[in-house]
Every structure is written in C-alpha cells, then in structure tokens.
C-alpha cells in the first residue's frame, strides 16, 4: 500500500555501504523503520542530508504491516530549518531531544496531536533569535502531556513533595523511593507554568537548569520502559554548565 505522510526524522543510522535505516515518527502511522539506498551520485533523488535529527519531511512510501522497514518511494524536506544548524546551541538541544525522543516514542502508534506539537515546536526554536536557554525543559514537561503521564496539579500545595511514579504532587512522603522533596517538587510546579513565550521571565541559574533536566529525565526513565540515560545530554550539560 502507498501512502503519504508528514514524518520527523529521529535516528538514522548506516547499513551496509549504500544505504541507511532510518526512524522516523509519522504523522499518519505514528513510529515506522525505513531502509532506503542512498545514491552515489549528486543526481539521485534520495540524499543523505534529509535525514539529519528532526528533520520535516514529506514522505511517499511502500507501507506493510508485517514488514520491519519500510521502503521510502519519493521524499522532500518539508520545511528548511534557516538557523538550527549554524547555532551551536540550537544544534545541541536538537540532538538530546532528537535522542530523548528515539527512546520516548518507541511504539508509539498514530498521534497526530503529538507529531503536530514536535513540529511546531522544532520550528518555534529555528525562528527564536534568543531566550530560548529554558526551551529543552519545556518541550520535555508539555511533551508528557501527548504520552499519557501529564503531572496532576490538583494537590500542589506549598511544602508538598511530588510523586514521580504516580504524576501527582501530594502532601505526605509516598513509600517508595521516587518522589521530590518540597524544593524539587516547587521547581517542577514552577516548570509546568512555563511555556515557549513566557519561560525567558522564569529566571533559572545554570545549576537549576541542570538540576531540573536531571530531574525531568528520571520522571521519563519511571514511566518510559528501558529508557537508557542520555548520551547527547553530557554534552547539553556543557554548554549550560
């Protein structure tokens, strides 16, 4: 079956000496595996570049189900990126989520309302021109939202500790060890107010970024089954440390 689809790029990786498999997270079919020949030559219609982290694409592909990869028939960038690549900054926060999102879609099935957030999102951070040091930390908190284990605000209270394994602010210390004391519990209450367009007002210091990334990754690491610790985040780590 052929079918068209809107897809972000998430993993690519080299197979053999001509061709790639790549991950991709579809607009229409949710996470698909493809394997695609690359070209030698300048003239072939497939190129390597298109699939770099979170790139936009525009996909015509051979779709069956009881196929592992899929095989890519026609593709085109769908929208440019005009500053992500020449930004370092902008490049590095796009490799840990192009990695944070590798582990966090896995078997994700058909989710429109979370492909439309992704893309909007990467597009929001190609045309900010600054204040955009928090961006990674909102993108990850809202992206809980689309995969199920959004945290529930209702019993935040001053002094309350938040349950990491139950998504829930709560005013007495849970049995289990994965929970934030009232401090952490603030700053996660505080993280949930953010969005893209007001997060420069919330004045974190590099420490505190750090501290609340650290944070964010173990919630997803209880709720994402066999979530790895993040390579690409040493790097992030860096550059706000």
């Known amino acids: 079956m052929i079918l068209k689809s809107k897809a972000i790029v998430l993993r690519s990786l080299k197979f053999g000496d001509s061709s790639l498999i790549i991950d991709m997270f579809t607009e229409l079919e949710g996470r698909i595996s493809f394997i695609t020949r690359i070209p030698k030559t300048a003239k072939g219609k497939i190129k390597k570049q298109y699939f770099q982290p ?3 694409l525009d996909l015509e592909f051979d779709y069956r189900q009881r196929t592992s990869l899929q095989r890519i028939k026609e593709v085109r960038i769908l929208r440019p990126y005009g500053s992500i690549p020449f930004d370092p900054v902008k490049s590095a926060i796009l490799l840990f989520l192009s990695e944070f999102l590798y582990y966090v879609t896995r078997g994700e099935q058909q989710n429109v309302h979370l492909y439309n957030y992704v893309c909007a999102s990467m597009e929001w951070l190609d045309e900010a021109e600054r204040d955009y040091a928090n961006f990674h930390l909102v993108f990850m908190m ?3 939202r689309f995969v199920g284990f959004f945290p529930n605000l209702d019993a935040f209270q001053p002094g309350a500790c938040f349950d990491l394994r139950n998504a829930t602010f709560t005013s007495r210390v849970p049995l289990h060890p994965d929970y934030l004391l009232p401090v952490e519990a603030a700053g996660i209450n505080r993280l949930i107010r953010m969005d893209y367009e007001n997060m420069h007002l919330f004045r974190l210091s590099r420490h505190e970024r ?13 709720h994402v089954p066999d979530m790895p610790e ?7 780590r860096e550059l706000f440390s």
């Not at 993040?230 to 992030?236: D, E, M, N, R």
């Open 54 to 56: 979170l790139t936009l």
């Open 142 to 144: 809202r992206l809980s």
């Open 210 to 222: 750090n501290q609340i990334s650290d944070t964010v990754l173990r919630y997803y690491r209880i």
């Open 230 to 236: 993040l390579k690409s985040f040493h790097v992030l």
